[in-house]
């Protein structure tokens, strides 16, 4: 097959399996000037009236390479005007961030510099992902790099295609806005970027520091790929068979976790508490995903945990004793009588108190105090139940109408799902341990049925999915 029906198609297939719900879609394209990059660029702009999509490109200049940055970021300006598409270009300096935040490594400056730059970016462009032009190649070097750092199961799953960027957590706050990360050509080799570059003409830089061994990376691409490469020649697809399979097993463990996080963990204002008597009755394996759920969804979705973090918390929880641990981003881990808790010890997560009574949109974006609120129509056959407790899928024409957000009153009633009958709101607080200071800051999600989803909880029967339902609705409450 000619390289660029090849490429092209492959790209087309990932925007397809991305599922992306927004029509038009509109992306934000990382670029370098590399040839994994330009290519990524073209394919998508020869895609862009068959797939509808429009595209923004975005560089950064680290100023880590001196004049040869400067070319990279003229020539993805040149390219840019020539494909007739818009295009941001921005120069920071790495090591000033570097040396102001007391970064050791240069290569995670680097790193949140330009996630900080494209995520704050795509939101101004209203863009509904960002688009990395990560191939298998960086795969296998991912998966390399967290096997050295002693990662766990999910660490060698590498890279998904669609996966969440989260927030930079420096100077105090989180940052970045949360947004969503688009890897096409992770099923593409760095080969048959070069090679589509190099049939149609496509212009391309080469980055010299690729040929360096100074960070862990560069270690792994120059010297441990080709060591390995000497037991077996298909290293490179070894590797990425090992990933599949972690990525079969981490999903199984994920649908059983989903059920433990119900019985287990609670959300309140600033941080999660943990049945220890439930979670202790957990498999090792589920004990660390909700433990790293737990940490993020503290954080406001950072996942910043290490293995030996997570196993030293296994440890603590099966003590008797009470113990407090303080964890990377100003979270604390406290562990006294059958509870334990992950909180922000700083004060810096952001609040999610809020007043009054907003009305939202269905389907729609509606926003309130510190809150941002997502609701989509979906297909029955891309129904899937997500392990984000803020994200729910209900049935659209039980919803009802008129729906609105606000905290709970006096008389407030629930049906919650799985039970036979409408309990008091409070009831349903008590029973699901939610911690008394923190009721009156939960979000109710209203319409004239009555109380459908008590956010971060359960929803109500009403709005189940059941064989009868003919329309749904995804509906995802994000903090801002």
Request: proline share 4%; with cysteine; glycine share 6%.
């Amino acid at each position: 097959m000619p390289i660029q029906r090849y490429f092209e198609s492959a790209l087309n297939q990932a925007l397809i399996d991305a599922s992306f719900s927004s029509s038009p879609l509109r992306l934000l394209v990382a670029v370098s000037g590399g040839p994994d990059s330009m290519a990524l660029l073209h394919g998508l702009v020869n895609l862009r009236y068959k797939s509808g999509i429009s595209i923004h490109v975005a560089n950064l200049n680290h100023e880590l390479r001196g004049k040869d940055s400067d070319s990279d970021s003229q020539l993805v300006h040149d390219i840019s005007a020539q494909l007739k598409v818009s295009c941001t270009i921005k120069t920071q300096s790495v090591a000033t961030y570097q040396k102001r935040f007391k970064i050791s490594s240069t290569e995670l400056a680097a790193r949140e510099i330009r996630y900080h730059f494209l995520a704050n970016l795509a939101t101004q462009q209203r863009c509904d992902a960002i688009v990395l032009g990560h191939t298998a190649d960086d795969q296998a070097e991912t998966i390399l790099m967290n096997l050295i750092r002693g990662s766990g199961l999910q660490g060698l799953t590498g890279m998904a295609l669609l996966s969440k960027w989260s927030g930079t957590y420096r100077d105090g706050h989180l940052k970045d806005p949360q947004t969503t990360l688009f890897r096409p050509l992770l099923t593409m080799r760095k080969s048959d970027t070069l090679a589509y570059c190099t049939n149609l003409n496509i212009p391309f830089r080469k980055d010299s520091s690729n040929a360096s061994s100074t960070f862990t990376r560069g270690r792994i691409r120059n010297d441990l790929l080709p060591n390995l490469r000497n037991y077996n020649p298909q290293a490179v697809d070894a590797i990425l068979r090992v990933s599949r399979s972690a990525q079969i097993a981490l999903e199984y463990l994920e649908r059983e976790a989903d059920v433990a996080w119900g019985q287990s963990v609670t959300m309140f204002k600033n941080g999660v508490a943990i049945d220890i008597s439930q979670f202790n009755n957990l498999h090792p394996a589920l004990m660390v995903i909700l433990l790293r759920r737990a940490y993020a969804e503290a954080t406001g979705g950072i996942q910043a945990l290490s293995e030996t973090q997570l196993l030293t918390m296994i440890q603590l929880l099966g003590k008797n004793s009470v113990s407090n641990i303080d964890l990377p981003f100003g979270i604390s881990f406290k562990k006294e009588g059958t509870q334990a808790t992950l909180t922000d010890s700083t004060e810096n997560i952001p609040s999610r108190m809020f007043s009054g009574e907003h009305k939202i949109m269905v389907p729609g974006v509606s926003f309130f105090p510190h809150w941002r609120v997502t609701s989509t129509v979906i297909e029955r056959s891309a129904l899937q139940m997500s392990p984000n407790s803020h994200e729910i899928v209900v049935d659209a024409h039980r919803l009802g109408d008129n729906p609105v957000v606000r905290t709970r009153r006096g008389g407030d009633k629930f049906w919650p799902m799985g039970m036979p009958k409408e309990i008091k709101l409070n009831r349903f607080f008590i029973n699901s341990k939610i911690p008394r200071i923190y009721r009156s800051e939960v979000p109710l999600l209203i319409t004239d049925m009555g109380i459908q989803w008590v956010v971060g909880h359960r929803i109500s029967d009403r709005v189940k999915i059941t064989s009868q339902t003919s329309k749904i609705i995804k509906i995802k409450f994000s903090l801002t």
